[in-house]
């Protein structure tokens, strides 16, 4: 159930192409990271693979399935998106917004069956959140609230799980939190999970598999230690500022 770019170009309509020629790959039960400085086109390359953006040439491929020929439709029985965007839930409980996420499974009318409320128990379960589904979401906590925006992802039963920073609005204890979760869902259920985050430290140490994108449109891949050793993660992101230490894997004052 691998994920496969080939030679893909990504980029806005009316704009120029953001990222060109990219060639990628992420497996089922690892935890790939998405890293780069801002503005090298993180999220236009995530938000290409969702389907979110059309693709200026090239393909995304899932076991062999051409995710970008797929119908909306077709394509959330596949995947599942988790953006960095708040979410306004009104009035919903955690268990009611995960519910959302099997909409994809019951047809026209949306009527939950019996495998659907039993799914979404067992999303709220994955995540560490049964204990507070009947709660109102917006009387959870961040961190919190991001469990439950997986445990929704997670209802679709995706072979593909991608996430846009999910960790922007959390606190460190819940950043980590958060991130040992997605390592932790990716190997219980075998399926590919892509997050793209800004916090580099905490990714070089938990994510099986890099995507690394540099200020001048390159993009590496490999396990986290290989492009630390290599130099690559330094190159991507050395400032006057800063620099990355590859013997302490950690950014330090110059």
Same mark, same amino acid.
């Given at each position: ?13 009316? !704009? =120029? ?12 039960? %690892? ?22 953006? =059309? ?23 596949? *995947?599942?998106?988790?953006?960095? %965007?708040? $979410? ?7 268990? %009611?917004? *995960? ?27 994955? $995540?560490?959140?049964?204990? &507070? ?9 961040? #961190? %919190? ?23 922007? /609005? ?7 939190? *958060? ?38 449109? !390159?993009?590496?891949? #490999? ?9 690559? $993660?330094?190159?991507? /992101? ?5 620099? &990355? ?5 950690? /950014?330090?004052?110059?």
């Amino acid at each position: 159930m691998s994920l496969r770019l080939h030679d893909l170009t990504v980029g806005h309509r009316r !704009g =120029p192409a953001v990222l060109t020629g990219v060639t990628l790959d992420a497996r089922p039960g %690892e935890l790939t990271a998405l890293l780069g400085p801002n503005g090298a086109g993180k999220s236009t390359l995530l938000r290409t693979v969702a389907g979110l953006l =059309p693709a200026v040439s090239g393909t995304v491929a899932l076991d062999g399935a051409d995710l970008l020929a797929l119908s909306p439709a077709a394509r959330a029985r596949r *995947v599942a998106v988790v953006l960095t %965007e708040r $979410v306004d839930p009104g009035l919903l409980t955690a268990w %009611e917004l *995960v519910a959302l996420g099997r909409h994809p499974h019951t047809g026209a009318r949306g009527t939950l069956r019996p495998a659907d409320h039993a799914a979404v128990d067992a999303a709220l379960v994955a $995540v560490r959140a049964s204990g &507070f589904a009947d709660r109102r979401v917006g009387r959870l906590s961040d #961190g %919190e609230r991001q469990r439950v925006l997986v445990a929704r992802a997670l209802a679709q039963a995706p072979d593909l799980l991608l996430l846009d920073e999910p960790t922007a /609005f959390l606190d460190a204890p819940s950043r980590v939190s *958060v991130t040992g979760l997605l390592r932790r869902l990716a190997r219980e259920r075998g399926i590919v999970v892509v997050v793209s985050t800004h916090d580099v430290e905490l990714a070089l140490r938990v994510a099986d598999r890099v995507w690394l994108l540099d200020r001048d449109g !390159g993009v590496r891949s #490999g396990p986290p230690a290989a492009l630390v050793d290599g130099g690559a $993660v330094g190159a991507a /992101f050395d400032s006057d500022e800063l620099r &990355f230490d590859a013997g302490s894997s950690t /950014f330090v004052m110059r």
